[in-house]
Antibody, heavy 122, light 110 residues
């Protein structure tokens, strides 16, 4: 049974950095595209970023482009999201999600983590 | 990329059928058959219920079905049950290579 577990959330000041991670188990993450999706408190879902199965393709939502970096360490079955220059509006629960496809096109998510809360506040 | 448009809330009685709409544009829903739907109960992670417009994962009841016409996708839930009460989100792959979600629909089972 595939499982995703996020970690690394917390409270940071505006302008600071934070890295959240996602540990995959029950499957080999190197065969799948992987994504980050976030949800601000009381709000809807927002797609954040994708990394292809081979790590060669990364794409970002306009709101995070240039500030966030998605990466993967398949030797540890782990996905990361490095978040720099954080803003108050980045406050959200961050979910990692598995894409049954390769992460190049036609995304959808068959497994989700439980989410990790990132709070940006002065 | 603007969010897809969903009704903010819908309601139905047990046993009834309801259809949730999701309207996009020619750059997303109208261009690709890459629409997915997710159900989210309070405090829980979203769960996939439909992918590629009308395909159901093996673990999803056949009471859930999806369709698309032009720039609008739809999710139909037949035989409403109390446990269907949740938030529902549509999503579509876009011409930019990104993914866009709908604003979400809160379903109440009366």
């Amino acid at each position: 049974q595939a499982q995703l577990v996020e970690s690394g959330g917390g409270v940071v000041r505006p302008g600071q950095s934070l890295r959240v991670s996602c540990a995959a188990s029950g499957f080999s993450s190197s065969s799948y595209g992987m994504h980050w999706v976030r949800q601000a408190p009381g709000k809807g879902l927002q797609w954040v970023a994708v990394i292809s199965y081979d790590g060669r393709n990364t794409l970002y939502a306009e709101s995070v482009k240039g500030r966030f970096t998605i990466s993967r360490d398949d030797s540890k079955n782990t996905l990361h999201l490095e978040m720099n220059s954080l803003r108050v509006e980045d406050t959200a629960v961050y979910y990692c999600a598995r894409d049954p496809r390769d992460g190049y096109k036609g995304y959808y998510f068959d497994y989700w983590g439980q989410g990790v809360l990132v709070t940006v506040s002065s | 990329q603007s969010a897809l448009t969903q009704p903010a809330s819908m309601s139905g009685s047990p046993g009834q059928s309801i259809t949730i709409s999701c309207t996009g544009a020619t750059s997303d829903i109208g261009r690709y058959n890459y629409v997915s739907w997710y159900q989210q109960h309070p405090g829980k992670a979203p769960k996939l219920i439909i992918y590629d417009v009308s395909y159901r994962p093996s673990w999803i009841s056949n009471r859930f079905s999806g369709s698309k016409s032009g720039n609008t996708a739809s999710l139909t839930i037949s035989g409403l049950q109390a446990e269907d009460e949740a938030d529902f989100y549509c999503a579509s792959y876009t011409i930019s290579g990104t993914l866009v979600f709908g604003g979400g629909t809160k379903l109440t089972v009366l």
